[in-house]
Antibody, heavy 126, light 109 residues
């Protein structure tokens, strides 16, 4: 069974750096085609994709947030970490991590976010 | 960046009716990279359709996707009470960026 779980602080102050962890099981980020993304959703608003990291350590970022984001992985811990600098109240949102399997690489590939974590709520306030 | 515009914003229908949700892209999208998600209040999104028309594991066959180029459609043939939720389309255009539509809320009439 594939699961992902987000963890991190519920409250951060403006200008601080947010660090979130996505701990997963049921697949390996060393397997060709496996990727993990971060996606967020402010209260009452649509989803916004943030970043993606691939099995080969390739990294993708939302161009409008690129200067503030860093995504990394620790395959020994089955974990993906996202850091976001200079937090602002507009960054208040539920942050999700999700798996994606690139087409043509592995069984069950969809090129879509097929399994999601339950999300972690982050509030930015002084 | 490709912008996805969904219509309508809100769709009011009754159980048993047919629902048709639209997603229009600002530029052509490869069908392989167009997906639809369902999200219920307080829950994470759930993948329904990938590759524009393939149902994800466990998705009932009353859900179907179609379209190509810039126009895509999610159809729910006969609404069940559990289908009333928000729906999002999503694309990846190979430019190392993903985007989601603003969503359609499907509510009970």
């Amino acid at each position: 069974q594939v699961t992902l779980r987000e963890s991190g602080p519920a409250l951060v102050k403006p200008t601080q750096t947010l660090t979130l962890a996505c701990t997963f099981s049921g697949f390996s980020l060393t397997t060709s085609g496996m990727c993990v993304s971060w996606i967020r959703q402010p209260p009452g608003k649509p989803l916004e994709w943030l970043a993606r990291i691939d099995w080969d350590d390739d990294k993708f970022y939302n161009t409008s947030l690129k200067t503030r984001l860093t995504i990394s992985k620790d395959t020994s811990k089955n974990q993906v970490v996202l850091t976001m600098t200079n937090m602002d109240p507009v960054d208040t949102a539920t942050y999700y991590c999700a798996r994606l399997i690139r087409g043509g690489y592995a069984s069950g590939s969809t090129d879509a976010f097929d399994i999601w974590g339950q999300g972690t709520v982050v509030t930015v306030s002084s | 960046e490709i912008v996805l515009t969904q219509s309508p914003d809100t769709l009011s229908l009754s159980p048993g009716e047919r629902a048709t949700l639209s997603c229009r892209a600002s530029e052509s999208v490869t069908s392989s990279y167009l997906a639809w998600y369902q999200q219920k209040p307080g829950q994470a999104p759930r993948l329904l359709i990938y590759g524009a028309s393939s149902r994800a594991n466990g998705v009932p066959d009353r859900f179907s996707g179609s379209g190509s180029g810039t126009d895509f459609t999610l159809t729910i043939s006969r609404l069940e009470p559990e289908d009333f939720a928000a729906y999002y389309c999503q694309q990846y255009a190979g430019s190392r960026m993903y985007s989601f539509g603003q969503g359609t809320k499907l509510e009970i009439k």
